[in-house]
């Protein structure tokens, strides 16, 4: 472990000094870095967290190709208040295969963007039959100022419920107003030891203010859920 960190972090330099240099790519699924092995969990994690940024370059992580790590986006731009959009659906295009647990846990918590890009995790799939999805969205997008949301964000991710996959995603989004119909369809089977799937996913926070928040609640929500809790 320790190696491939040294390694990871000797590679991140080179590119960092000389710009130009190939594609980073670790030993993996399909000869690229992740998948179970998680040989570098917590790649972005807390990276720009607490700072002053205020855009994302499209391409901030193309250099990075393979599988979804353990916590790879976690709280990586959390906090960054003066941050207002995310640049394209091309910013996680790279990264690419089955969900991992906590993959986008808090990645957006607390910004200040408006509005999520159609198809921001269409290279993202259903785990692996001995993978997770556990806590793969918790607090992705809580407390930000987004006012719509993507029918299809979850499209791709095509999975049983997992235990906080869904947990607080949406909380405290007080501007937002519409649940898109279809949003959890790709979500799929039974619920049996799945806690805290869908707990607070679009709760306002205690909002005391009722002129703005979601009115209503689409047919067929939470469809293609079964068994019993």
Not at 38 to 48: K, N
Not at 63 to 77: D, I, L
Request: include cysteine.
């Amino acid at each position: 472990m320790l190696y491939s960190i040294i390694i990871f972090f000797i590679v991140c330099l080179c590119i960092l000094i000389f710009g130009n240099i190939d594609d980073v790519i670790f030993g993996g699924y399909d000869s690229t870095f992740g998948g179970e092995d998680s040989t570098v969990p917590y790649l972005f994690s807390g990276t720009f967290e607490n700072t002053k940024i205020d855009s994302i370059d499209s391409n901030l992580f193309s250099k990075f190709k393979g599988a979804p790590q353990e916590s790879m986006f976690r709280n990586t731009f959390k906090d960054c208040t003066d941050l207002y959009r995310i640049p394209s659906n091309t910013l996680f295009q790279s990264i690419n295969g089955p969900a991992t647990r906590n993959l986008f846990y808090g990645t957006f918590e607390d910004t200040s963007i408006s509005q999520i890009p159609s198809g921001l995790f269409d290279t993202i799939e259903g785990p692996t039959t001995n993978g997770s999805a556990e806590g793969l969205f918790y607090n992705t997008f809580r407390g930000t100022e987004i006012k719509t949301i993507p029918a299809d964000l979850f499209k791709t991710i095509e999975s049983k419920p997992y235990p906080h996959m869904f947990h607080n995603t949406f909380y405290g989004c007080y501007n937002l107003t519409e649940i898109p119909t279809g949003l959890f369809d790709s979500v799929q089977g039974p619920i049996t030891n799945a806690n805290d799937v869908f707990s607070g996913t679009f709760n306002m926070g205690g909002k005391t203010d009722k002129s703005t928040g979601i009115t209503k609640i689409p047919d067929g929500l939470f469809k293609n859920i079964t068994g019993n809790p």
